[in-house]
């Protein structure tokens, strides 16, 4: 097998404590100023390069308290229903019990552990998401990382998300305190115009370009854009080109503004009409080169950031654009949390179901109405200025989308998506319905401080069948920052899962605890395609050939790329060919599961799974687990499982996908478990050992589903 390597997305040990900081204070308020290039830890990274953003079952690890029943069940049930490769489950022990734990114990008992096991497992280069099951801490008390700000915002509370904090991992590792700032996520869609927010490596340099500004000096201005530009990822030149022009058109150099203009449009810009809206560039309208070059120029609307994909590898700038170097910008690692079961949270059938039915929603282009309310709440009016936005957007796309007067939704609507403000409501009253798939979000203080009974939870809406919500660990205040913006809803119809939708249009996530499940996407069109393996068994002088046969119905778009992984590590990508040929070597002896992965165009890079299991080499040489398909707790206390063809003269380990839970010795060949070691529902067993030669071998997975 050819390996595909990438270096460690993480590399904790190489982690700095930074001196100095991400921030300064401007009257009072903290303000992240990410404007120069020294601002992101040093950290090994694996680059940007196209085929990395979007998200399916591979790209995202499952996180589960060990000592919590409820945890391990919905963990169960979404790992199975989505595919989830099971080396990307991670069970965590000591995870404390309780509703909210300080920075320093989600730093090192919760978010170093996850990041450590996704390096140790080879996961690092294409992971892109963490969802915590059941029962972990919600709320992060960030006190000590931000004792050193004076004179703090009180509008900047200290209290975090576990989801806020996991997205925003790089800083809260580094125990710096910028990523509470109302701007700290560069990856969320912004108005067009932050395109051209400049990059500069000092403050200094940003000082000097607005004197020259400032004093219509744009000859000047214009030159010196360009010398600072000299050492900026080229990825980055094109807004940096624009401002060029800008100067040189505004000192009256209209051949070097032209010439700027059509690198500009070359490297990437996409706005023709802006060209001509642009006061910078009157004097050019009438030129016949100018004329004639921006005809080559896209005519994408300049008004609001299109929707992409995201992609952990890449490090976004203040001016949202992701780049291969970690000195212009930050990346981030999309979280969700599952189901919430404790406190005011849903039970554990509730939550199952919750998950299923949010499963199902996927491709099927739910046909409700988006609706927005507005009333006097200053929970709505925080909002309302940009509900035009969203709303012209979901129509433009066919969409159904209002605005209403009232706080809810009026009777008989069914809603694909919602957006309201008010601190109590109850959804069963109002007679509306939710579609599967449905994104319904709520700004109110307390929507996700599980503890206080004052206001009703996020929860609520996942009750009764929206597939994601949202709310504030504590008192947040109503800040648009720190909210979804009401574009979430065109994120979600252009075809991003949910999670992307989220971290797509919030700028301040640190307080935001997001529920549901991070994976569906009812509005997106993957690039399906049907695997057809040539055998269910080869060895080390038969390839496996798997056919790829592409969808073509309108429901599905073009693949361009295609990955492979096996058992759950990614090992190639190649561009998406009709017939995959893959070579085992004699150490690959055992099972093994393989999963390609389609991946469609830019800038979304919408994602499509297929896995199928085969045997490498001879069937005496297979590892073998066998147990009933089903087995009731209350029926009989343990479960036993045999193994048989034991190579080994060692310990068989039984795993639960990638956890330990057991170990058979040698000379015996059955072990029992109980419930409480792996929980209820369907569960994912294999055995694995360790050959006389020294070469580790694992059976086919065994499922069985348990009940209490």
């Known amino acids: 097998m050819v390996h595909f390597s990438r270096d460690s997305l993480f590399g904790l040990e190489k982690l700095p404590k930074r001196k100095g900081s991400l921030h300064c204070l401007v009257n009072g308020p903290l303000f992240v100023r990410f404007l120069f290039f020294p601002i992101v830890l040093a950290i090994a990274c694996c680059p940007s390069e196209k085929g990395w953003a979007g998200a399916s079952a591979c790209n995202w690890v499952v996180v589960v308290n060990a000592d919590s029943l409820n945890s391990r069940t919905v963990a169960n049930h979404y790992s199975v229903a989505r595919n989830i490769p099971s080396r990307n489950v991670i069970v965590l022990s000591n995870v404390p019990n309780s509703d909210q734990i300080t920075v320093d114990q989600f730093r090192e008992l919760i978010l170093i552990p996850i990041l450590k096991e996704i390096d140790s497992r080879g996961l690092a280069n294409h992971i892109q998401g963490i969802a915590y099951s059941a029962d972990f801490p919600t709320a992060i008390d960030i006190q000590s990382d931000l004792a050193a700000i004076k004179n703090r915002s009180p509008y900047l509370t200290p209290v975090g998300s576990i989801n806020g904090l996991t997205y925003l991992y790089r800083m809260v590792l580094a125990k710096n305190p910028a990523y509470i700032g109302f701007e700290s996520n560069f990856f969320a869609a912004r108005p067009a115009s932050r395109l051209l927010t400049p990059i500069f490596s000092s403050a200094e340099q940003a000082d000097e370009l607005g004197a020259l500004i400032k004093e219509s000096k744009h000859e000047e201005a214009a030159k010196f854009i360009e010398s600072i530009m000299l050492p900026i990822d080229k990825e980055l030149t094109y807004p940096m080109l624009y401002l060029s022009a800008q100067q040189w058109a505004l ?141 012209r957007n979901l129509t433009a796309r066919g969409m159904k989308a209002r605005v209403v007067a009232r706080s809810l939704p009026p009777k008989g609507d069914q809603c694909s998506g919602l957006m309201i403000g008010t601190p109590q409501f109850s959804w069963a009253e109002s007679g509306c319905t939710f579609l599967p798939g449905a994104i319904a979000d709520n700004l109110t203080s307390l929507g996700g401080a599980m503890t206080s009974n004052s206001q009703t939870k996020a929860t609520e809406f996942l009750r009764f069948g929206a597939a994601a919500s949202s709310g504030a660990v504590t008192e947040p205040y109503s800040i648009q920052n720190k909210f979804p913006h009401p574009m979430i809803h065109v994120h979600y119809v252009d075809g991003l899962t949910a999670a992307e939708a989220f971290y797509s249009s919030v700028t301040c996530p640190y307080q935001l605890l997001i529920i549901g499940d991070p994976l569906c996407q ?187």
């Open 522 to 708: 009812p509005y997106c069109k993957p690039p399906r395609f049907a695997a057809t393996p040539s055998s269910e068994s080869v060895s080390d002088k038969q390839p496996l050939l798997v056919k790829l046969d592409v969808d073509t119905s309108e429901n599905s778009t073009e693949p361009e790329l295609l990955q492979l992984l096996l058992d759950g590590v990614l090992r190639n990508r190649t561009p998406f060919e009709p017939q995959l040929r893959i070579v085992f070597n004699a150490s690959e002896t055992g099972a093994h599961e393989v999963r390609l992965v389609a991946i469609a165009r830019q800038p979304l890079e919408n994602r499509f799974e297929n896995s199928c299991w085969v045997s490498c080499g001879e069937a005496s040489e297979q590892l073998v687990l066998k147990g009933p398909a089903q087995w009731r707790y209350s029926d009989e206390k343990t479960l036993s499982l045999e193994v048989e063809n034991n190579p080994s003269t060692g310990e068989v380990r039984i795993l639960h996908d990638a956890e330990v839970v057991g170990t058979i010795a040698a000379g015996s060949s059955t072990l029992e478990l109980l419930p409480n070691q792996l929980g209820f529902g369907p569960v994912r067993l294999q055995a694995m050992c360790k050959r006389a030669d020294g070469r580790e071998i694992q059976s086919l997975p065994m499922e069985v589903l348990i009940e209490p």
């Open 251 to 391: 000192a009256g150099n209209e051949p070097v503004a032209i010439k700027r203009i059509e690198q500009v449009i070359r490297a990437g810009w996409s706005y023709r009409d802006q060209f001509t809206k642009d006061p910078s560039f009157a004097a050019l309208l009438e030129n016949k080169d100018f004329k004639r070059i921006i005809q080559r120029c896209e005519d994408q609307p300049f008004e609001y950031l299109p929707s992409r994909g995201f992609d952990a590898r890449n490090f976004y700038t203040q001016n949202t654009l992701g780049v291969k170097d970690p000195k212009f910008g930050v990346s981030y690692m999309m979280s969700m949390v599952l189901a919430v079961t404790l406190d005011l949270g849903l039970t554990r059938p509730e939550s199952l179901r919750n998950l299923q039915t949010s499963i199902g929603a996927d491709y099927t282009y739910p046909q409700g109405s988006f609706v927005y309310s507005k009333t006097d709440d200053v929970r709505t009016t925080s909002r309302q200025s940009n509900f035009e936005l969203a709303i």
